[in-house]
T-cell receptor, first 113, second 113 residues
Framework: DGGITQSPKYLFRKEGQNVTLSCEQN?????MYWYRQDPGQGLRLIYY???????QKGDIAEGYSVSREKKESFPLTVTSAQKNPTAFYLC????????????FGSGTRLTVV | GENVEQHPSTLSVQEGDSAVIKCTYS??????FPWYKQELGKGPQLIID?????GEKKDQRIAVTLNKTAKHFSLHITETQPEDSAVYFC????????????FGRGTSLIVHP
């Protein structure tokens, strides 16, 4: 079955550590996105990529980095520069273009310990 | 840029009642309006969408209406069931370039048995 897989489901990070969240899709979608979700804040865009080897900053990119070396994969690294990383992170993909719906992954809950 | 307002933030109904969630948008060029349902601890799922050349769309118990003149669109759920309890997000977008959809802040729907 086609879909989008995020791993791990839960992740714990110590202060000062970088962590990488995985996002893989087998839908042959060109575009991929990372959102951060905090209670009562809706979905905030971190980074997006519309094609392999290219990505753009979203509204809250500071403290995060991404890569898009393969069409299927769009990992997100939460760096130590992100001062408040505890949140629910959602990866999404779409065929491309803004007038097609997203397929979301099941999310990764990151907690700083 | 686009601004999407979603109301109410919380909606509580009795099983069997109807529920209506409304979104307004600011960019008259927006032409694609999806709705997503997010169950607790999961990623959002696209449940219905509408394009600007259509005024209403139905899928079983859910429907979406669009008023382009007033720049608002609404999600209607009839005969609500406890499994409809979730957070619902609207979004607005338009074709072109690197345009990214704008999401509303979400509505928490609670259906009481």
């Amino acid at each position: 079955d086609g879909g989008i897989t995020q791993s791990p489901k839960y992740l714990f990070r110590k202060e000062g550590q970088n962590v990488t969240l995985s996002c893989e899709q087998n839908l042959n979608h060109d575009a991929m996105y990372w959102y951060r979700q905090d209670p009562g804040q809706g979905l905030r865009l971190i980074y997006y990529s519309q094609i392999v080897n290219d990505f753009q900053k979203g509204d809250i990119a500071e403290g995060y980095s991404v890569s898009r070396e393969k069409k299927e994969s769009f990992p997100l690294t939460v760096t130590s520069a992100q001062k408040n990383p505890t949140a629910f992170y959602l990866c999404a993909s779409s065929i491309g273009g803004a007038t097609n719906g997203y397929t979301f992954g099941s999310g990764t809950r990151l907690t700083v310990v | 840029g686009e601004n999407v307002e979603q109301h109410p933030s919380t909606l509580s109904v009795q099983e069997g009642d109807s529920a209506v969630i409304k979104c307004t948008y600011s960019d008259s060029a927006s032409n694609y309006f999806p709705w997503y349902k997010q169950e607790l601890g999961k990623g959002p799922q696209l449940i219905i969408d509408i394009r600007s050349n259509v005024g209403e769309k139905k899928d079983q118990r859910i429907a979406v209406t669009l008023n382009k003149t007033a720049k608002h669109f609404s999600l209607h759920i009839t005969e609500t069931q406890p499994e409809d309890s979730a957070v619902y997000f609207c979004a607005a977008s338009r074709a072109g370039g690197s345009y990214i959809p704008t999401f509303g802040r979400g509505t928490s729907l609670i259906v009481h048995p």
